[in-house]
């Protein structure tokens, strides 16, 4: 588990500078920040650097010599610091993008907060995480429209998108790369590799069906069944999915620590206040906010009983999944009738888009077998 986090800038003047620190006490000595400069320097690209000051490891990630900003995690002695890179990576993005502002002793916490659950993100998690990134979507998009990019292209385009901002393009398609959403290949005749859409990612809210199927079996009084299951139907029919409302539940609820921990455990049954009270030793300290962003969010209802006990029940959850792109199909035949793309690189499509068939179904095939055997 993390203990704290460091922002220093290095300053061609007045050399290291501290921008922030959380929590407030923690310090690094200066010859161990002068050594994770000295490491950065030698590479002068962005990425991460580790090592060992004491009794404690150091996670140094360098946005690059334009912003020169240093985020430095502090990790105990049997921590391994490559573990945070991709969240590094990301957090980078909104401390460079808040750099005019200084506005750090606010914006650290939450960001603290987040890398310190990296490591144990489920995978549903890891994958809100990939969509929550603006830049992975529009590769994505980019990728539904068009089959294929250039590697080339794909940093120039972003590095142009963002020209006051801060984008690893290496870091950005490696993460995406590793839980499959992208593959990159070489293509005949071509000097650049080409980028290919792996699979795409599904999301959407739908019912809790485990409550709904009996919730006095997960401890819903007899008497309020028929005011939730009402609550649940009114609100699926007139529920519209979009991007906005998948991205508000990302970042509000799925990617918030205490929030997850609340989901957890009301996708398990409905609970009452004291249920809810005994996730503080699970770290949610404070639940009335965590609960208001359900509400907002219009994902929980809550109803009382005769004796003025309340429930506090899951009305919508959220699914987001990887899925086999078939309609990429579409997209390469359209590529190809309207010459838009090399011919061979849509060709080299088709083979990696058979190849991951191929990979899904047989992972598929081993995964019921294992479920038999068990």
């Known amino acids: 588990m993390p203990t704290g986090i460091v922002l220093m800038h290095w300053d061609e003047r007045m050399g290291v500078e501290i921008l922030g620190t959380y929590p407030s006490e923690v310090t690094i000595q200066?010859?161990?920040?002068m050594q994770l400069y000295s490491q950065h320097e030698f590479t002068g690209e962005p990425g991460l650097v580790s090592i060992t000051a004491g009794a404690i490891n150091l996670a140094s990630y360098y946005t690059g010599p334009e912003s020169a900003v240093y985020i430095i995690l502090l990790l105990t002695a049997e921590e391994d610091g490559d573990v945070y890179e991709e969240m590094l990576v990301e957090v980078s993005r909104q401390i460079v993008a808040n750099l005019d502002s200084g506005n750090f002793d606010a914006l650290l916490p939450p960001l603290f907060q987040r890398l310190s659950v990296f490591p144990t993100l489920t995978e549903e998690q890891r994958l809100c995480m990939q969509y929550e990134s603006e830049i992975k979507r529009m590769i994505l998009q980019r990728l539904r429209e068009e089959a294929t990019v250039s590697k080339s292209e794909i940093a120039i385009w972003l590095k142009d998108q963002y020209r006051d901002g801060f984008v690893d393009v290496e870091?950005?398609?490696?993460?995406?790369?590793?839980?499959?959403?992208?593959?990159?290949?070489?293509?005949?005749?071509?000097?650049?590799?080409?980028?290919?859409?792996?699979?795409?990612i599904m999301m959407l809210r739908y019912p809790p069906k485990n409550l709904i199927k009996d919730p006095e079996d997960r401890h819903?009084?007899?008497?309020?069944?028929?005011?939730?299951?009402?609550?649940?139907?009114?609100?699926?029919?007139?529920?519209?999915?979009?991007?906005?409302?998948?991205?508000?539940?990302?970042?509000?609820?799925?990617?918030?620590?205490?929030?997850?921990?609340?989901?957890?455990?009301?996708?398990?049954?409905?609970?009452?206040?004291?249920?809810?009270?005994?996730?503080?030793?699970?770290?949610?300290?404070?639940?009335?906010?965590?609960?208001?962003?359900?509400?907002?969010?219009?994902?929980?209802?809550?109803?009382?009983?005769?004796?003025?006990?309340?429930?506090?029940?899951?009305?919508?959850?959220?699914?987001?999944?990887?899925?086999?792109?078939?309609?990429?199909?579409?997209?390469?035949?359209?590529?190809?009738?309207?010459?838009?793309?090399?011919?061979?690189?849509?060709?080299?499509?088709?083979?990696?888009m058979k190849d991951e068939y191929y990979a899904l179904q047989k992972a598929k095939k081993v995964a019921e077998k294992t479920s038999t055997t068990t």
């Not at 200066?30 to 920040?33: D, M, Q, S």
């Open 220 to 352: 819903l009084p007899s008497s309020l069944k028929d005011s939730y299951l009402k609550e649940v139907r009114n609100f699926f029919l007139n529920y519209v999915p979009s991007d906005k409302d998948n991205l508000e539940i990302i970042q509000n609820i799925m990617l918030d620590p205490q929030c997850y921990e609340i989901l957890k455990l009301l996708r398990e049954a409905m609970v009452t206040r004291n249920d809810l009270e005994k996730l503080r030793k699970k770290g949610v300290e404070d639940l009335d906010q965590s609960l208001k962003k359900f509400w907002e969010n219009r994902m929980i209802a809550v109803f009382q009983d005769d004796k003025g006990n309340e429930y506090y029940c899951l009305v919508s959850d959220f699914y987001i999944e990887k899925f086999y792109p078939r309609y990429m199909l579409d997209v390469i035949r359209k590529q190809y009738r309207t010459r838009a793309q090399n011919p061979t690189a849509l060709v080299k499509a088709l083979d990696l």
């Open 171 to 200: 870091n950005v398609l490696t993460s995406m790369i590793q839980v499959g959403l992208i593959q990159i290949s070489s293509v005949k005749g071509l000097s650049s590799d080409m980028i290919f859409l792996g699979q795409d």
């Open 30 to 33: 200066e010859k161990t920040l």
